[in-house]
C-alpha cells in the first residue's frame, strides 16, 4: 500500500464517465464478504459524501488483472497525508478540504484476498454507468431549481428581513432545509417548520393556505427556467476530491451558484418535465417537497453528459 500524499483526482467535474488510472492501494471493507475498497489515482466516480450524503454513488465496472469487477458502492475515504492509514466514511474526523488529510474516492468491489495483493501498482480501466448517472444528475439539477423556485413562492411570508438567495430573493430554504435526498429521477426535500423560523420572521400560520398550490406555483417557474436550456457551468478549485466545486446556471433573473457535490446536467434541456408534491405535516410542522424527473434520452443532443459539481 502507498503512502498518500494527494487526493484522488476527480474527473467526474469535467463529464468524464471512464478512464484509466493506477491502483494505489486497496483496503478492508467488509473482509468476510470478500468486499474490498479499490484506490486509484484518478477517477470519473463520483462518490457518497458521508458528510451530506444526498446522493448515491456512481455504480460501473472496474477492470483489474484481467477481472471485470462491479463496483457496488462508492465511498468517500481520507488519510492524513503521508500515511496509509485510510479511514472511511463517518470514521473519518477531519472535514473535506483539510490540507493535513489526502481525501480519496474508494470504490466498492468484491475482490478475491489473492487479487488484492497483486492489485497495488497494476493497470486499471474504470467505467460509470452513464444511464444511472443521468439519472441522478437530472434529480440533482431539477433540485437545485426547486429550491430557488420555492424560495420565490414563498418571499411574501417573510415580516423581517432575511439573509436572500443569489436571485435576492428571502432564502427560506437555507433557514430552513433540514434534509435532501436524491434517487434515479427524483428528489425529496425536507423543510422545518418551527420556533426558530417564525423567530426569524417567517409567517408560519400564513403556510397552509399556500401548500395545496404550491406545487404546481414551483413546477410552472421551473418550466420557465428549464424552456431557456441555460448552461450549467461547473468551477473547481483543484483537481482534487477535496477542492470547493460550484454549480453555476445563469436564470433569466440572475446567475445562480450552489456549492454542490453531486453530479449534473450540463444544461437545463435536458430537463423535460419537472412534476412537484408538496405536503404539510398535520402538526404543521415539516414541509415536505418531491419532485419526480422526465429527461430527455441520454445523447439526444451533445450536451447530454453529466457533469458535477462543489
Known sequence: MNLFEHDTVATFPAGCLDGSSTVLAVVGIDVPAGRHGVIVAGTPFHPLD?????????????????????????????????TADVLVGSAIPARRGDDAWCWLVVHVVELD???????????????????????????????????????????????????????????????????????????????????????????????????????????????????????????????????????????????????????HLTDLAGLAGVRVEVSLSAAGDVLDVVGTVELHPVGASARADARVSR
Open 113 to 263: 484476498p489473492s487479487l488484492a495483493t497483486w492489485a497495488v501498482g497494476a493497470s486499471v480501466r474504470l467505467t460509470v454507468d452513464g444511464k444511472r448517472r443521468w439519472d441522478l444528475s437530472g434529480a440533482h439539477t431539477a433540485c437545485h431549481l426547486s429550491g430557488f423556485a420555492i424560495n420565490a413562492a414563498l418571499a411574501g411570508y417573510w415580516r423581517k428581513p432575511v439573509a436572500a438567495d443569489a436571485l435576492g430573493t428571502p432564502d427560506f430554504e437555507r433557514q430552513a432545509l433540514v434534509a435532501s435526498s436524491l434517487s434515479e429521477l427524483r428528489y425529496h426535500d425536507t423543510y422545518r417548520i418551527g420556533r426558530s423560523l417564525r423567530k426569524a420572521g417567517f409567517d408560519t400560520d400564513g403556510l397552509p393556505s399556500v401548500v395545496p398550490s404550491l406545487g404546481v406555483t414551483l413546477e410552472k417557474r421551473m418550466c420557465d427556467w428549464t424552456a431557456t436550456a441555460a448552461p450549467v457551468r461547473v468551477t473547481a478549485a483543484g483537481p482534487g476530491l477535496g477542492s470547493i466545486r460550484t454549480w453555476t446556471c445563469d436564470l433569466p433573473s440572475g446567475t445562480v451558484r450552489v456549492p454542490c457535490g453531486g453530479t
Open 50 to 82: 458521508h458528510r451530506w450524503p444526498d446522493q448515491p454513488a456512481d455504480t460501473g465496472i472496474i477492470e483489474l488483472l484481467g477481472h471485470r469487477l462491479p463496483v457496488l458502492d462508492c465511498v468517500v475515504g481520507a488519510a492524513p497525508r503521508g
